[in-house]
């Protein structure tokens, strides 16, 4: 497994050990794969998830856009992602209570204060696009963490810093 990878999902186990929000929405959310800034992730929809109609909660699809974002900076070996200034989403079409979607999402742009990320959620069965967005995040203190490492330019290895135990 890649260090992008493993690193990511690091991410993701620490996120999920505040056993707060994306814990409780999506917690079952599985990091498929990951390179320096790119994430791919799957989940099933569940009935916690859903709206009135029976669809995937546009809500739900906003927290998927802003945990993503998050783990594609992980992906690029940032233990503290930053936090939020801005996010957008567009449904394009609705996910259905069992279906299967993936989520990509990638870093657009990463500067010394802020960083810039896209996500898009597909139907793992037919690669429909559901919805779509983008986050852009403040990083500035989180780029000083000492839990941060550096990857190589393939992701296959970290070249600075230790990857945190958990």
């Given amino acids: 497994m890649s260090a992008s990878k493993r690193f990511t999902q ?49 809500g739900l699809i906003a927290s998927l856009v802003d945990t993503m974002g998050s783990l594609a900076l992980a992906s690029k070996g940032m233990y503290m992602t930053g936090v939020s200034t801005d996010m957008n989403q567009t449904f394009v079409r609705g996910a259905k209570l069992g279906e299967k979607i993936r989520i990509e999402s990638e870093v657009v742009n990463m500067g010394k204060t802020l960083a810039f990320t896209r996500t898009e959620l597909h ?40 990857e945190p135990q958990e």
């Avoid at 919805?131 to 393939?154: E, M, Q, R």
Wanted: proline residues 3%; charged residues 25%; hydrophobic residues 35%.
């Fill in 123 to 162: 139907s793992a069965e037919t690669g429909k696009l559901l919805a779509f967005g983008s986050h852009t995040k403040y990083i500035a203190d989180a780029l000083k963490s000492p839990k941060n490492v550096k990857l190589s330019d393939d992701g296959e290895q970290v070249v600075e810093g230790e």
């Fill in 10 to 58: 690091l991410v993701w186990r620490a996120f999920q050990r505040q056993q707060g929000h994306d814990h409780n929405a999506f917690g079952h959310l599985v990091v498929v794969d990951a390179k320096p800034g790119r994430c791919m992730a799957e989940m099933t929809v569940e009935p916690k998830q859903i709206n009135r109609l029976g669809g995937l909660h546009g």
